[in-house]
């Protein structure tokens, strides 16, 4: 569970806080993958998609 603490009074910059945690922890992309069934086999395609998504992008980054 994330906690933000409230500090004199500042509600708005705590949930500024509390939304940065929450979206840090990976929750809303956690929630938007449990919305619906996924097939193992589209799941599968998906994260070797994304493997090789994230190998180009440390490549691009290795160049410079």
Same mark, same amino acid.
Do not use: C, W
């Given at each position: 569970?994330?906690?933000?603490?409230?500090?004199?009074?500042?509600?708005?910059?705590?949930?500024?806080?509390?939304?940065?945690?929450?979206?840090?922890?990976?929750?809303?992309?956690?929630?938007?993958? =449990? %919305? /619906?069934?996924? *097939?193992?086999? &589209?799941? =599968? %395609? /998906?994260?070797? *998609?994304?493997? &090789?998504?994230?190998?180009?992008?440390?490549?691009?980054?290795?160049?410079?």
């Amino acid at each position: 569970m994330t906690h933000v603490d409230v500090k004199d009074g500042n509600v708005e910059g705590a949930l500024k806080r509390f939304k940065m945690k929450v979206q840090r922890s990976g929750v809303p992309t956690e929630m938007k993958k =449990r %919305r /619906e069934y996924s *097939k193992p086999g &589209i799941v =599968r %395609r /998906e994260a070797k *998609k994304e493997a &090789i998504r994230n190998a180009k992008k440390h490549n691009r980054q290795r160049n410079y």
